[in-house]
């Protein structure tokens, strides 16, 4: 076997898998369609062919891959202009309780068997169904809850509440290096750094693993720890 050529072509095709992944579009697999799902299968088994089968020029599968990848991004485009065209290749959503009542016809539609709605309700926290007042299958395979409204959580708007917008945490220390670019974001220097860190105890900022800064302008700083926690908790 040619090792040198099968090395090469490795890498081609990681390289055309990545190029031809980011054109598709950057997607969890919870949120592939069927289709979609079924073109990254056989782009990538295209991508192994072009690897390791020295019998078949590289071109024939690249060709095959990039054309997959042209009629994926294609059917996008024309699915996002047509609600018609959207529903046929990507599905619709399928109401399979609602306001007490499961709906067996859309049970069946979906091949979805009672036993495996029960565990989605249990892995969603439901584990009494008379909690749920809507169960939607969306079209890519998971299901959505609307919990009834006496067992949904409180929300702030429930207590008349009224709190102050919150914002993400930015990352300011990654591996003992300041990001520079975040800790310009949060309107801090590095001397406002360095200040934050000693009323914490800490005097090098090399020994902090992890530092964030919240909309309260609040630094939270973790050292570096090498100690190994070995209890497992869930034992």
């Known amino acids: 076997m040619n090792i040198p050529r099968v090395i090469i072509l490795t890498l081609v095709s990681e390289i055309a898998l990545f190029i031809l992944a980011k054109l598709i579009g950057n997607r969890q697999i919870s949120q592939l369609s069927l289709f979609d799902y079924i073109t990254g299968i056989t782009i990538g088994s295209m991508a192994a062919q072009m690897a390791t089968d020295l019998d078949v020029h590289y071109s024939h599968p690249l060709t095959a891959m990039t054309i997959y990848a042209l009629v994926s991004v294609g059917i996008s485009v024309v699915a996002s202009k047509s609600i018609k065209i959207r529903r046929f290749v990507f599905g619709n959503s399928l109401v399979l309780m609602d306001n007490g009542e499961l709906y067996r016809k859309n049970f069946k539609t979906a091949k979805l068997d009672l036993n495996e709605f029960l565990l989605q309700c249990r892995t969603s926290g439901f584990f009494n169904i008379n909690d749920i007042q809507t169960a939607i299958l969306e079209s890519n395979g998971k299901i959505s809850f609307l919990p009834k409204t006496a067992k949904r959580p409180a929300t702030p708007s429930d207590l008349n509440l009224r709190p102050d917008i919150e914002k993400v945490s ?23 750094l360095q200040k934050e860190l ?8 090399e020994d902090v693993f992890l530092a964030t800064c919240d909309s309260s302008n609040k630094l939270s700083a973790y050292t570096m720890n090498d100690i190994s926690n070995s209890h497992d908790l869930f034992d």
């Open 170 to 192: 930015v990352n300011v220390i990654l591996d003992g290096r300041v990001v520079q670019e975040n800790l310009n974001y949060t309107g801090n220097d590095v001397m406002w």
């Open 198 to 205: 000693a009323s914490q105890n800490i005097n090098k900022i």
